[in-house]
């Protein structure tokens, strides 16, 4: 049918409505779309440049050079070495198990090492490098740079890992450094982003540990560029870290390699402070171990031969040791007793060879007894009567207060792990403890460094300093942070009597040096050195009423185990005192044969300045010693290398 004239100027005027307003919708998007356009490109330009820089652009932590340790005279005992490794990136090599195949002719690579490096290929993406192998030679890693044709994938590289150049003679006091593990982590409140590094080190046990903050330093970074994937394409720049404070102990290296040596095969520890300052020259635990294991990688059969090992080498004797100070704590009896008015150096007492006290018979070390003795004889011959009696007038609280006093039952503020408190009893802390009364048998068994009385040997070494000086002396083992030294505090006086301290000193003088002293066999000639110290000999069994009938089996005829912890502590010179020394032997049986004559040669390796002089030692005995001391492997004492000594 024909469309009429007005059918027709209909249809256009609908047509033109729809058009325009189609148009008109398309010109309103446009404008939406180009100021959405102009949005993002100018007013919002820089925040996604930034966001592209990023994708692009990734900034990595550059660990820090660890701070190197010294011992007073500027030896290294902690540094740091080069370490050259291998390393391959699986998307590179293509057939990744046929180059680690290849790299195994050119280095020391077994199967387990390939398998292993496979595993953590599959584990990770395939641009990101993984170590195959570390600490290669020089000769190794020219080895792999003439092969790189064939080894796709597989580059060197170099950093710094530890290394302990001393090594068994610090262990105890250093440490070592280990991989950051889960529990470091979660002791920390906000842990530094460098402990998130993989393989990133820091310091478990000893001063490695606990100047870890002085030591560690502070990251560097370098910015990389990366593509879609992440793969790093090139370095754009790099600022390097700020290194670790270097520290430098107290400890002499020689002092410290000389007593290591002359504890030899037993399980002992031995400690030396300067009484001026409280300076640790020597701390040494024997048997010891390299910490140079625990860096590089300890195997399960090597830590097994230290953990399984009777004489525990992983343990610091020095500081986590506790034992009974035996007849060492008899002059903090003494002192107390004085210092009450109790007795003085004259009073004497009977010994018959022992004490009853109620219906218990407390005997003395000398069945027959000592006769009347007065205080410088009973520490002289180590009387032990002549301590029970004066003990139960004196009474606990006060010989524990004397002996915190000098140092007992507490705990040196050291940068050491697993320090003891030691134990100094008295009533009020049997009660706590144990929720029981204090009796007068415990006072008699502590008069004597026994029963519940517990110290380490570096207590003992500072007992010995305060005794020598009348001044509370501290320990201290940090002599300088790096250019910094650390200041020593004046000591102040302990507050005690001059005379009644001279009557203890003359007494550990009569040790050494009278013809009956239980340390005369230990004496030093050499007048300007002349020696005072203190015996000790401590039970770890107890010894039945029918075996003393019979008569008690001797230490020699003891398993090692049930021995008697041998114990010595002296200082020198006499008349002016400058070092003190302890001497703990586990189970080395007595004190005046194990403990005393390592004191001796430790004190006068102090005094010489080198080694002991023979004409330090009574002349019979010189022939001996010149034989042992020529006999001890000592390290050379320039260049800290394993070196025969001479006497």
Request: neutral net charge; aromatic residues 6%.
């Amino acid at each position: 049918m024909r469309r009429t004239q007005k059918d027709t100027e209909e249809s256009a005027r609908v047509i033109s409505r729809r058009g325009l307003f189609l148009g008109g919708t398309m010109v309103s998007f446009a404008a939406l779309l180009a100021g959405r356009m102009r949005y993002l490109q100018v007013e919002e330009a820089d925040q996604f440049r930034l966001l592209a820089e990023e994708n692009r652009i990734n900034i990595r932590l550059i660990p820090p050079n660890r701070g190197l340790i010294h011992d007073r005279n500027g030896r290294l005992i902690a540094g740091n070495e080069q370490n050259y490794r291998v390393v391959i990136t699986r998307e590179d090599a293509g057939d990744l198990e046929a180059v680690l195949e290849r790299l195994s002719t050119l280095i020391p690579l077994s199967q387990e090492d390939i398998d292993r490096t496979i595993r953590e290929a599959k584990r990770r993406s395939g641009f990101v490098p993984l170590i195959v192998a570390e600490r290669l030679t020089w000769d190794q890693l020219s080895k792999i740079a003439l092969n790189s044709p064939v080894l796709p994938g597989v580059s060197p590289e170099v950093g710094l890992s530890r290394v302990y150049p001393m090594d068994t003679d610090f262990a105890h006091v250093v440490g070592y450094v280990g991989p950051v593990s889960e529990k470091d982590l979660e002791a920390q409140e906000n842990p530094d982003p460098l402990l998130q590094i993989p393989k990133f080190q820091i310091g478990k046990i000893g001063v490695e540990r606990w100047t870890e903050d002085i030591l560690r330093g502070s990251a560097g970074a370098k910015r990389i560029e990366v593509n879609a994937v992440g793969r790093v394409m090139r370095e754009l720049d790099r600022q390097e870290g700020e290194p670790g404070d270097d520290i430098r102990l107290t400890i002499d290296a020689g002092v410290q390699n000389f007593a290591q040596v002359r504890l030899g095969e037993e399980s002992a520890a031995v400690v030396v402070m300067d009484v001026e300052t409280g300076d640790i020259i020597a701390i040494a635990s024997a048997p010891s171990f390299d910490p140079n294991m625990f860096v590089r990688g300890i195997s399960h059969t090597e830590y097994a031969e230290l953990t399984e090992n009777d004489h525990r080498p992983l343990a610091n004797k020095t500081v986590q040791g506790a034992y009974p100070p035996g007849s060492t704590f008899k002059m903090i009896t003494a002192l107390a007793a004085l210092e009450t008015g109790t007795v003085t150096g004259q009073t004497g007492v009977r010994c018959p060879g022992y004490l009853e006290v109620g219906d218990r018979r407390f005997h003395c070390w000398k069945r027959s007894g000592h006769g009347t003795v007065a205080l410088e004889r009973a520490l002289s011959e180590s009387c032990d009567v002549y301590f029970y009696d004066v003990a139960l007038k004196v009474g606990i609280d006060k010989i524990a207060e004397i002996g915190r006093l000098f140092g007992l039952g507490e705990r040196p503020d050291l940068p050491m792990s697993a320090i003891t408190d030691g134990v100094m009893p008295s009533k009020a802390w049997k009660q706590e403890r144990y929720k029981q009364e204090w009796r007068i048998g415990d006072t008699v068994n502590a008069s004597i460094g026994q029963g519940y009385v517990l110290t380490s040997p570096l207590q003992l070494a500072v007992m010995t300093a305060r005794l020598a000086t009348g001044r509370a002396v501290k320990p201290r083992l940090i002599h300088m942070v790096g250019n910094e030294t650390v200041p020593v505090e004046p000591a102040p006086s302990l507050g005690l009597s001059a005379e009644n301290l001279r009557a203890v000193q003359q007494g550990m003088f009569a040790v050494v040096n009278d013809s009956r002293g239980t340390a005369k066999s230990s004496q030093i000639v050499e007048k300007a050195w002349l020696m005072a110290g203190k015996t000790g000999t401590s039970q770890v069994r107890n010894i039945t009423a029918a075996e003393r009938a019979r008569g008690v089996i001797s230490n020699d005829q003891l398993p090692w185990n049930r021995r008697d912890h041998a114990l010595f502590v002296c200082y020198a010179p006499y008349d002016k005192p400058k070092y003190a020394v302890a001497v703990v032997v586990e189970h080395g049986g007595g004190g005046s044969t194990a403990a005393a004559p390592i004191g001796r040669d430790v004190i006068l390796r102090c005094l010489a300045g080198e080694m002991p002089p023979l004409s330090a030692y009574p002349a019979s005995q010189r022939g001996r010693i010149e034989t042992q001391l020529k006999a001890m492997p000592l390290r050379d004492p320039e260049t800290g290398a394993p070196s025969q000594s001479r006497a």
